[in-house]
């Protein structure tokens, strides 16, 4: 209990770290939002499980709040934060044999392809409820704002992280169907 | 690659820090927060390693830690002399000079490694040798020590990384690196903290580096040393320019200096990424002796 309470609080800790500058300051002035933390989504959930997805989802709704940027967008927000984690994580836990790995090319291809089918099903989620409840926002450019940021940045950052806690830090993941 | 690519974005962080905070200060502060993260992160590890040999790793990363700072230092004023496309490029002469450093060591130089550094070497002189005048010598001659240093500090790196905890040398070197910089930082500025424009941007653009930059990048760059030599790894730093031209051509002016792209520039980012297609590509007696 006492581990499972620490591992929560990592989390949260995780999150916040990298989550909390990206909302206080505009990074590249005249982009859309740029959303590093969408490196978790994968992360959390191959490593942590159904606690990872929701813990993760959670906290995006959180730091919606906590910047002042709590709509009735964020409900959709929060159901494709959770939804597209928990399905890349089944996926993976469905194929692999044996614990899911990045060792090789033909793995880290089938990874990129997983994540970016994720980024489309969490904007296909997000972005009719913006529209609908902001008809000012131009719906395309948010889409594609949606699926480069959760694409992105797991992909870019995610891999080598999976790689390092797997390999190198000696982190789980979660149980494949066979084990 | 991806350590290439994170350091390649250190300018837009850099660009969200004013320029009153001093580079010493960000130094300083990114590293000793990366340190104490890193530490706080991985704590049991740290001290089972400095149960270990502590005296010997806190040795090996002392002097890590100061070759880095004074590398960096030398970068820093060496720059001044050059554009920011320029500045990239002569940057990139340490995947040159690095092979003849392993020469000088009498340790083994494979011809496809000074191949891919002739190729690094010509893509530099295209680029920088066109717009080159007799004022930036004394920049060139900084740029090039500095280089001279990182070659040393990532044949040791290399070294050290295969032996000791690649965690512990990460906290160690960030604090070590840490620690001189605030050194630095007082003599030039002995009210420097004080007087710093603290407000929420700039602890958040500090945050970003810390543990961007000095915990994951830092980190991970340590962990691929481990698995890789010191002329492959340096000649993948390499690519750091093409990341670099990529963001001073996509990126806003506001943010970074517009790099305007000439067919010299093109020439040498074509030099330098042969070069490194060379060295990364198994060749067909490396693939024989893998299987």
């Given amino acids: ?39 978790f989504g994968p992360v959390f959930a191959l490593f942590y499980g159904l606690p990872g997805c929701i813990i993760f989802a959670l906290m995006n709704l959180v730091m919606d709040i906590v910047a002042g940027d709590i709509a009735w967008s964020c409900i959709a927000g929060l159901i494709a934060n959770f939804m597209g984690p928990l399905l890349f994580m089944l996926y993976w836990k469905r194929k692999s044999k044996t614990q899911p790995h990045l060792k090789t090319m033909r793995n880290i291809g089938h990874y990129c392809i997983t994540i970016f089918i994720m980024a489309v099903f969490e904007a296909a989620i997000i972005t009719p409820s913006v529209a609908i409840f902001y008809p000012d926002v131009d719906w395309k450019l948010f889409f594609n704002s949606v699926v480069l940021n959760t694409a992105l940045f797991p992909i870019l950052f995610g891999i080598p992280l999976t790689i390092l806690m797997q390999e190198e830090l000696g982190f789980k993941q979660i149980p494949s169907r066979e084990q | 690659m991806c350590v290439t690519l994170c ?26 927060a990366g ?13 089972k390693e400095m149960r270990r040999d502590g005296s010997k790793l806190v040795r090996r990363c002392l002097l890590l830690g100061v070759l880095n700072c004074t590398y960096n230092v030398l970068y820093l004023y060496g720059l001044k002399y050059f554009s920011v496309s320029s500045g990239a490029f002569t940057l990139s002469m340490t995947a040159v000079v690095l092979p003849v450093i ?65 965690i512990s040398i990460s906290v160690f070197i960030s604090g070590f690196v840490g620690a001189i910089s605030a050194i630095l930082w007082l003599v030039m500025e002995p009210t420097g903290f004080v007087d710093l424009p603290w407000n929420s941007e700039i602890i958040a653009s500090l945050a970003i580096y810390s543990y961007f930059m000095v915990a994951f990048a830092q980190t991970l760059n340590i962990f691929a040393q481990k698995k890789s030599t010191p002329a492959n790894a340096t000649i993948i730093y390499s690519m750091e320019i093409i990341f670099s031209i990529i963001w001073g051509t996509v990126l806003p002016a ?36 893998e299987t």
């Fill in chain 1, 1 to 39: 209990m006492k581990r499972k309470l620490y591992i929560l609080m990592m989390l949260i800790i995780s999150y916040f770290i990298v989550a909390l500058p990206f909302k206080v300051m505009e990074i590249i002035p005249g982009f859309a939002d740029i959303r590093p933390v969408t490196v």
């Fill in chain 2, 7 to 32: 350091w390649s974005t250190e300018v837009i962080i850099f660009a969200c820090i004013p320029e009153s905070v001093p580079p010493f200060a960000t130094t300083c502060l990114t590293s000793l």
């Fill in chain 2, 35 to 47: 340190a104490i993260l890193l530490a706080l992160c991985f704590f049991k590890r740290i001290m």
């Fill in chain 2, 102 to 166: 392993l020469f000088t060591l009498k340790k083994e130089v494979s011809v496809k490694t000074w191949v891919s550094a002739g190729f690094v070497f010509a893509g530099i002189l295209l680029a920088v040798g066109n717009n080159a005048n007799v004022g930036q010598f004394w920049g060139a001659v900084l740029i090039g020590s500095g280089c001279i240093v990182r070659a040393v500090f990532i044949v040791i790196l290399n070294r050290y990384s295969s032996e000791d905890d690649p």
């Fill in chain 2, 254 to 289: 506001s943010l970074i200096d517009r790099t305007v792209i000439t067919p010299w520039i093109i020439f040498g980012v074509i030099m330098v990424v042969l070069g490194n297609l060379i060295e990364i590509i198994p060749s067909r007696r490396e693939k024989v002796s």
